[in-house]
C-alpha cells in the first residue's frame, strides 16, 4: 500500500501540515512541530511562508 501525504484533521492545531507529515513520516506530530519551531528559528529564508504553501499544496485527508 501507498503512503500518500495529506492533512491531518484528527491531530491539527492550524491547518494539519505538521500532523500530516508526521503521519506520512511515521513519527509523533510534536516531533514535528518542535522541528519546524527549531527551523522557524534557525532557518534562513521564509519557514512561515513555507507552512502557507505547504498548507495551500498538501490536500486535505
Known sequence: MKKKLTKSKENAVISGV??????YLGVDPTLV??????????????????????AWIIPDA
Do not use: E, M, N, Q
Open 18 to 23: 505538521c500532523s500530516g507529515l508526521a503521519d
Open 33 to 54: 512541530r518542535v522541528g519546524y519551531l527549531i527551523f522557524t528559528f534557525l532557518g534562513s529564508g521564509s519557514p512561515i511562508l513555507l507552512y502557507i504553501l505547504l
